[in-house]
């Protein structure tokens, strides 16, 4: 079965600084896509950037970007610059090919310090 | 473009009593889904519609929760009697081309069962 593990439940960064969160997945597909979501305090979830698995090259989306390793399973989130408006739970987020759902990890709680 | 709206935002409510979750998806998005959140855990998939049609309800934890979407256009999410460990927060999602392109989430619903 597919799983998708943030072992961050919490993280911190200082303002204008770079942060990184993990998230592994397990999968026997070879053919998904991954998702970073955003969850801010007002609690509605926004696609931050997407990850198609036969791409090699690293998704980027401003001061966002992606780390795909296909072999070791892992798609982590680099945030840039980081921004007070970056606080919010982040959300990794799997999905095959074959597959009827998107499976989702837990989330990690990220807090920009001023 | 109005983007998914839910509703309530919040409702607390007795074990045993009923309480019906409403989703209203974006215009023209076939593809519509339910997720829940128990706190500190993942996000878990509970149903999928295509139109009026269910096209996935695995994720549906008992027979105690009902989900229609008539017409194809908004969609309600029954819980009776609820239960204790049906808290949490239920998110709503909707997509036009498939999950494959991400969703566009609701800000949820926030139930406590007490």
């Known amino acids: 079965a597919q799983t998708v593990t943030q072992s961050q439940p919490e993280m911190s960064v200082q303002e204008a600084e770079t942060v990184t969160l993990s998230c592994t997945y397990d999968?026997?597909?070879?053919?998904?896509?991954l998702f970073w979501y955003k969850q801010p305090p007002s609690r509605q979830m926004i696609l931050v950037i997407r990850?198609?698995?036969?791409?090699?090259q690293n998704a980027t989306e401003n001061r966002f970007s992606v780390n795909f390793q296909k072999a070791a399973k892992s798609f982590s989130l680099k945030i840039s610059d980081s921004q007070l408006g970056d606080a919010a739970m982040y959300f990794c987020a799997y999905t095959s090919i074959s597959g009827n759902d998107m499976r989702f990890g837990a989330g990690t709680r990220l807090t920009v310090k001023p | 473009e109005a983007g998914v709206t839910q509703f309530p935002s919040h409702s607390v409510i007795e074990k045993g009593q009923t309480v019906t979750l409403r989703c209203d998806p974006i215009?023209?998005?076939?593809?519509l889904y339910w997720y829940r959140r128990v706190m500190g855990k993942e996000i878990k998939f509970l149903l999928h519609?295509?139109?009026?049609?269910?096209?996935?309800e695995s994720g549906m934890p008992n027979n105690r929760f009902l989900a229609e979407r008539t017409g194809g256009t908004y969609s309600t999410l029954k819980v009776q009697p609820a239960e204790l460990e049906d808290s949490g927060v239920y998110f709503c999602?909707?997509?036009?081309?498939?999950?494959?392109?991400?969703?566009?989430f609701g800000s949820g619903t926030r139930l406590t069962v007490v």
């Open positions: 999968t026997s597909e070879s053919d998904y896509y």
């Open positions: 215009s023209g998005h076939d593809n």
């Open positions: 999602a909707s997509s036009q081309g498939g999950r494959r392109y991400g969703y566009t």
């Open positions: 519609f295509v139109k009026e049609s269910k096209q996935d």
């Open positions: 990850q198609e698995a036969y791409k090699q």
